[in-house]
């Protein structure tokens, strides 16, 4: 099982950028799909952005396409997701996630414990 950790959430004003980093232990890396998840107050988690193991394949909330990109070196275990263009309900907790293939991003596999985001109106 691949642990993950995530880093770069933060506070920044609407129309800013955030670039979030998720880093997974393990020699096997490069065969997981990768996803983001977020999960707002009183709201359930979401999925955001997958990535298929050889960055080839990308899926995106229609709520974030064209302001949002997941990617990944697999040759330091990363994943990233840069967020251009934050609106306030892009605020909440992002979790990273690995799993077999994109189709179970958001639903299944390994999780991080979540960067807090912050972008205020």
């Known amino acids: 099982q691949v642990q993950l950790v995530e880093s770069g959430g933060g506070l920044v004003q609407a129309g800013g950028s955030l670039r979030l980093s998720c880093a997974a232990s393990?020699?096997?890396?490069?065969?997981?799909?990768m996803g983001w998840s977020r999960e707002a107050p009183g709201k359930e988690r979401e999925f955001v952005a997958a990535i298929s193991w050889s960055g080839s394949v990308t899926d995106y909330v229609d709520s974030v396409k064209g302001r949002f990109t997941i990617s990944r070196d697999n040759a330091k275990n990363t994943v990233y997701l840069q967020m251009n263009s934050l609106k306030p309900e892009d605020t909440a907790v992002y979790y990273c996630?690995?799993?077999?293939?994109?189709?179970?991003?958001?639903?299944?596999?390994?999780w991080g414990q979540g960067t807090q985001v912050t972008v205020s109106s």
């Open positions: 393990g020699r096997t890396f490069s065969t997981y799909a």
């Open positions: 996630n690995a799993g077999p293939t994109i189709a179970t991003m958001g639903t299944s596999g390994s």
